[in-house]
């Protein structure tokens, strides 16, 4: 059986290269995709989607984690591991304070992941960029709203512990 597996926690805690870490090692990785959504609206002219038009910003999301799970399901791969999931999305609403369609939620409950890993704010490493605009603060914020909205599913959370990208690595596949 096909094991999902997802990396979460807020923004700037090593998910991405812990994600190409295990690209490197030959997984099958499905990566962070509001970067793309992010620099798609910039050339649009829409400096900040996820800020100023956050419901269109979180239905692109959405739209696309859906594709990438799905995508998934087809994949001959033993494991996945993905850089964010489906309930990312509406726990970003709720740390916003937006209200959103219950679809959200829905499908938060209807795709599901074998195992979900959670990276937590780590100050050594966090810097912000032109798609990371949140402050450390913030980003330790988030970190309790996503922890909130996977347990609210049901999901177990694992900590994954300070250290190397590869000593991170090792302990995830160790988890499994």
Known sequence: MQQKI????????GKSSILREFIKRGYECMPEISREVTLKAQKEGIDQLFLEQ????????????????????????????FDR????????????????????KEKSKKYNYTKVFMCAPWKKIYRSDN????????????DTFLKDAYEEIGYEIIDVPFGTVKERC???????
């Open 6 to 13: 997802v990396l979460i926690g807020g923004p700037g805690t």
């Open 54 to 81: 956050p419901l269109l910003f979180s239905q692109m999301l959405l739209e696309g984690r859906e594709q990438q799970y799905l995508a998934a399901e087809k994949s001959n791969a033993e494991v996945i591991f």
């Open 85 to 104: 999931g489906i309930p990312d999305v509406h726990a970003y609403m709720n740390y916003l304070g937006n209200e959103y369609p219950p679809v959200y």
């Open 131 to 142: 798609e990371r605009y949140e402050t450390f603060e913030q980003a330790v914020k988030i």
């Open 170 to 176: 090792d302990f995830i596949l160790h988890s499994l």
